[in-house]
């Protein structure tokens, strides 16, 4: 059964860092996988996403330079280095699965059929 558990969110001031993990069961490890996150009264934006075929990457503009999606095959886990974080990163952060995303990069939360349940970053100023 595919299965995405997100960890390692939490409270952190502004400019400081956080890593998020993301542990894989079943099939999805094989497939693409991304960060997304929803603040409250805003839809769910894309974060960063990476392919299982050659680990491509790509990142939302408001991200880019910051943050660091990888995944470690050896344990099933895809992290989320998050670096210079500020109060407008505050959200619940997801962790997404695709096969359709194996070989191609994408940005669209309707690209993506699984989802963890999520974990709250919060970032104070």
């Known amino acids: 059964q595919e299965q995405l558990v997100e960890s390692g969110g939490g409270l952190v001031q502004a400019g400081g860092s956080l890593r998020l993990s993301c542990a894989a069961s079943?099939?999805?490890?094989?497939?693409?996988m991304g960060w997304f996150r929803q603040a409250p009264g805003k839809e769910r934006e894309f974060v960063a996403s990476i392919t299982w075929i050659g680990g491509r990457t790509y990142y939302g503009d408001s991200v880019k330079g910051r943050f660091t999606i990888s995944r470690d095959s050896a344990k099933n886990t895809l992290d989320l280095q998050m670096n210079s974080l500020k109060p407008e990163d505050t959200a619940v952060y997801y962790c997404?699965?695709?096969?359709?995303?194996?070989?191609?990069?994408?940005?669209?939360?309707?690209?993506?059929?699984?989802w963890g349940q999520g974990t709250q970053v919060t970032v104070s100023s």
């Open positions: 997404a699965a695709s096969a359709r995303c194996s070989g191609a990069v994408c940005s669209s939360v309707n690209d993506y059929n699984y």
């Open positions: 079943g099939r999805t490890f094989r497939y693409g």
